[in-house]
């Protein structure tokens, strides 16, 4: 049995109980443990991802490299009793129980850990176009009992719901961190004060309105925006220096080193004949390594590799 806590609010505390169960964290993030006996508990990284079936890790592998949602993880297993803590850069730590299907829409560089009952994944979003938000997000959905996810947040954070009181709530992206429930509305608010750098700098909002519920997770420290909407290069809006939007030319870099890798990875199977489905399985084996490697290079080959 895993079990998540915060400690002192900086850090991320997880008491495994009976040994024999794994979660996921941010690679690195591991700082030190405690162990009833001698050492119960081991670390390994995770190259595609921490999906099962292998064709669906790579696919998932790829959609995060392609839209800039790809998160370094390592898997922790378990096989005792044990409590080992776990951090980022002193960012604060909040941990969020979840339901069998609820999901939490979150940065990836904002996740710290999740249990082994989550699904992790990227999804599209339509109101990132302005925002450091980007185009898309990391969804965790709870899909069992122990459906728990560590988030980090730069500062203490701020939570507000309309789930209750179905209120309108705006927050700025750039200092969003996660959110469950409904996706928000974009608002934006132009005039010919932002081309002569008069605005507020206040021009667009993430908008939950009455029939948009969702509990919002809010830092106290802005991201910088991807683009400057002033002809002044004001603040808002020169730089990213978190996460940078992602370019097709980056994504395809991207993308393509990522098939290398799993190119390199079926070369390597073939190559050793691993046998495949009992006598004459050498064949069998072949053939179907093949038969991934033929699907990852049309891949490649639709992303124009």
């Known amino acids: 049995m895993i079990k998540f806590e915060t400690i002192n609010e900086l850090t991320l505390k997880v008491t495994c109980q009976g040994g024999g169960d794994q979660f996921f ?41 392609f839209t800039g949602e790809n998160l370094p993880l390592m898997k922790v297993m378990t096989r005792g009793d044990s409590v080992t803590y776990y951090c980022n850069e002193a960012q604060h730590v909040v941990v969020y129980n979840l339901k069998p299907g609820e999901t939490i829409s979150v940065e990836s560089e904002n996740i710290l850990a999740f249990t082994s009952d989550c699904k992790y994944g990227v999804r599209f979003l339509a109101q990132g176009v302005i925002s450091q938000k980007g185009l898309a997000t990391s969804t965790i959905t709870g899909q069992g009992p122990n459906s728990q996810v560590a988030v980090l947040v730069d500062g203490n954070p701020i939570v507000l719901s309309n789930v209750q009181n179905g209120s309108t709530l705006e927050v700025d992206p750039d200092a969003v961190v996660c959110w469950v429930g409904q996706d928000p509305g974009f608002k934006m608010d132009l005039s010919w004060k932002n081309l002569i750098g008069q605005a507020s700098g206040e021009s667009y909002m993430f908008e939950w309105s009455g029939n948009k519920r969702a509990t919002v997770i809010i830092q106290p420290m802005e991201r910088e925006s991807g683009v400057n909407i002033g002809m002044d290069g004001g603040s808002k809006g020169s730089r990213p220096t978190v996460q940078q939007n992602q370019t097709l030319g980056g994504a395809v870099q991207s993308v393509q080193g990522t098939l290398g890798q799993l190119g390199g990875m079926v070369g390597g199977v073939t190559g050793g004949g691993m046998p495949m489905g009992g006598p004459g399985g050498n064949t069998m084996g072949n053939t179907g390594m093949g038969g991934v490697g033929g699907a990852l290079g049309g891949l490649g080959g639709l992303l124009g590799l």
């Not at 591991?30 to 099962?52: D, H, R, T, W």
């Open 25 to 65: 964290t941010k690679a690195g993030a591991f700082i030190c443990g405690e162990n009833y006996g001698q050492k119960n508990y081991q670390f390994e990284k995770v190259l595609l991802g921490p999906q099962g079936n292998p064709m669906q890790a790579a696919l998932g592998q790829l959609t995060r490299r």
